[in-house]
């Protein structure tokens, strides 16, 4: 063969390769096209008519903007944010009202984790600012937005804050890269929807793990004792409508040589791979136990899920080099 | 080994891990199309639990594993170097570490992991044994 044939050919090679792990890397990364047909608009819920449908569609592709105004879609490598909606929030707390002059106001977002590590979001990612001041967070709203998502995982949920009432321009940051500091704006629209829903993802975890299965890590055995629906006798702890909570209830053995920390904030929940929220009211509660060596604790960990869910998923976080997720199924 | 067997095995591995590596990343990672596509027929697509050492490798590694060693066995198919020359395949290390160090600097999209720099370095290594094996 000859040298240029030769040289070619290697070139070639090292670029057909160069450009494959290009394309394995952006859809990893910048997976808009895979996700934009796993979402859909639908009219609005006859609850929410208080609010105004900006006549937009939500917009299925992300978008580099300046600033998002509810509809848009900002993306990176790691996370997808759609902003669905703000408005303003009454509380029926009267004991948690804004001062005089001054409203509670919401921003709902829809996330989707789309990179390939865990990834938390919660409203201390966020600031506001109304007219270039800052405004303080309200954090006792019902729908608040916090979630440690794995890979492919969602939640939607909402950031509250108190701004001046005549204020003429609410801004709010989301803090993209805790590094570069990069910040996002989101635009304060008022009362306005975008009238988007994601579509639910019901897939499940191939190889996830059943009541009665035993899982044994690198310092711990797991035994996955039963799941069940369960109910609270506490008045104020209530399952929302449609919701139920499901309690998962396990065995920890410590089979390693050195102590182990064994926390039911490791867990994380999953119905039809949205986040849902814990709960805590039962006794049996797994709370967090420092297991020494040979040494084992049993208890419950509960989430709130809703009614129509069809696959519900508990993931545990082993906290090691890996950042493993051990998935029990709840069904 | 002589005459043409040496290159029709290393054409052949470099071939079987590529595609082994595609199969990896196609069929076990959920966020490839295929993952979107198969249930609208019906069809369940497996996500994988990340806890099982299946994820680790299958989802996590193999196919970057995969992919590292098959470029310097295709890039042997074409030079058959031999002898000390095959030290110059080591090179090939670089198109993948440069890869993910670029992601790094942020040259390009993706996220930096660097058990993924070990990943590729591991692979060339394990290439560049196979093939002193298959042309000494």
Known sequence: MKKWLKLALVVLIVSAFVLMALASGSSKTDNSGSNSHSETRTEKPDSSNETEETGNEATEEAQDKDIYKVGDTYQDKNLRMVYMASGVFESDNSYLQPDDGNVYIFLRFFVENIGSSDKNVSSFDFECYADGYNCDSFYSGDEALSATLSPGRTTTGCVYFEVPEKAEEVEVEFEADVWSSDKVKFAYEGEKDSGYVPEVNDSETVDSYKPGDVVETKELKITFISVENSESDNMFVQPKDGNHYVTFSFEFENISKSDVLVSEFSFDCFADSSACESAFFRDDDLGSVTLSPGRKTQGTVTFEVPDSAKVVELEYDEVSLFGNRIVFSAK | ?136
Not at chain 2, 12 to 20: I, V
Not at chain 2, 54 to 67: K, N, P, S, T, V
Not at chain 2, 115 to 131: A, C, E, F, H
């Open chain 2, 1 to 136: 080994m002589g005459g043409k067997r040496p290159v029709v095995t290393t054409a052949a591995l470099a071939f079987g891990f590529l595609m082994l590596g595609v199969l990896c990343y196609v069929f076990f990672n959920h966020e490839t199309y295929l993952s979107h596509v198969l249930p609208q027929f019906g069809i369940p697509f497996p996500r994988s639990s990340s806890g099982s050492l299946f994820h680790r490798i299958a989802i996590g590694y193999a196919a970057d594993l995969l992919w590292a060693a098959a470029m310097p066995l295709a890039i042997q198919t074409v030079l058959q170097l031999k002898g000390k020359k095959q030290v110059w395949l080591a090179l090939s290390v670089v198109v993948g570490c440069g890869y993910e160090l670029s992601q790094k600097a942020g040259w390009i999209a993706g996220t930096f992991d660097w058990i993924d720099l070990i990943v590729y370095s591991v692979g060339t290594v394990l290439s560049l044994w196979i093939i002193h094996k298959i042309w000494r």
